[in-house]
């Protein structure tokens, strides 16, 4: 019976380590399995990540291209706005420039008639500045054929002469000229707007009034002497503005 026993339990044992290790391999198995699959399900958890990542960028670089789509858009009318206005003002310019043809046609021969008014003005006016005067008329006159002189500038320069004859009978001035008193002397004159043209010698020994009905310079009483002096020193800045009596320039009558 013993040994019986004992075969039985010697025999049992090799079973039982056979056993064991299949148990073993099964569980190194069922561990290695169950790594791979965790690995597998982080590389496709990764993989899935990386695709959402992907379609986050290709959304952003949609909605960008949209916006640029949508800006090129409000681009694009602003510039068809711009095309649009800058046709409307070719087509004004185009206008403008035929009108500015049609007036140079006109202005030109305006601005000769403008000239021959002036000289004829200065040849029948007092000889107030007269030298300065046809000096300017000269000028304009060699001004007007000139190609690198625009119209415009003509006419301001036109225009300007004008002006500085409208001044002549407005203001007080004083200058030095020559005047022709039997023989011609230089002198000091005085103008008060057209009302009076005055000449005295530059010792102050002699004065002359422009007698416009004579057309000649005529001597002047010794008593209105101080008043024409008081006259050059206002006109000279050396005295203060005060009341003065001068001789009366009158214009020849056209009748």
């Not at 206008?95 to 007036?103: A, F, K, R």
């Not at 000289?119 to 054929?145: G, T």
């Not at 009034?209 to 006109?235: E, G, M, Y």
Request: contains cysteine; charged residues 25%.
């Amino acid at each position: 019976m013993n040994k019986t026993a004992l075969r039985l339990t010697l025999c049992s044992l090799p079973l039982l380590s056979l056993t064991s290790f299949a148990n073993a391999n099964d569980l190194n198995t069922a561990r290695n399995v169950e790594a791979k699959t965790i690995t597998q399900s982080a590389q496709s958890q990764a993989r899935i990540n990386q695709s959402s990542d992907k379609a986050f960028e290709l959304k952003s670089d949609i909605a960008m291209l949209e916006q640029e789509v949508a800006n090129l858009e409000v681009y694009e009318r602003h510039l068809k706005d711009v095309v649009n206005n800058q046709e409307q003002e070719m087509a004004s310019i185009d206008v403008q420039l035929e009108q500015i043809s049609d007036t140079r046609q006109g202005v030109v021969p305006l601005m000769y008639q403008m000239l021959e008014g002036l000289e004829q003005h200065i040849a029948s006016d007092k000889p107030i500045r007269q030298q300065a005067r046809l000096a300017r008329l000269d000028e304009l006159k060699a001004l007007m054929p000139q190609a690198d002189v625009s119209d415009a500038e003509k006419y301001r320069r036109i225009l300007e002469a004008y002006q500085i004859e409208m001044d002549y009978g407005i203001k007080l001035g004083s200058y030095r000229s020559l005047i022709n008193v039997g023989s011609e002397i230089e002198a000091e004159q005085l103008y008060l707007g057209r009302l009076s043209l005055v000449a005295r010698s530059l010792d102050r020994n002699q004065y002359w009034t422009w007698d416009s009905l004579q057309n000649n310079w005529v001597a002047v009483d010794a008593a209105l002497a101080p008043q024409i002096d008081k006259a050059f020193a206002i006109a000279n800045r050396q005295a203060s503005p005060a009341l003065i009596e001068l001789p009366v320039s009158l214009q020849k009558d056209p009748s």
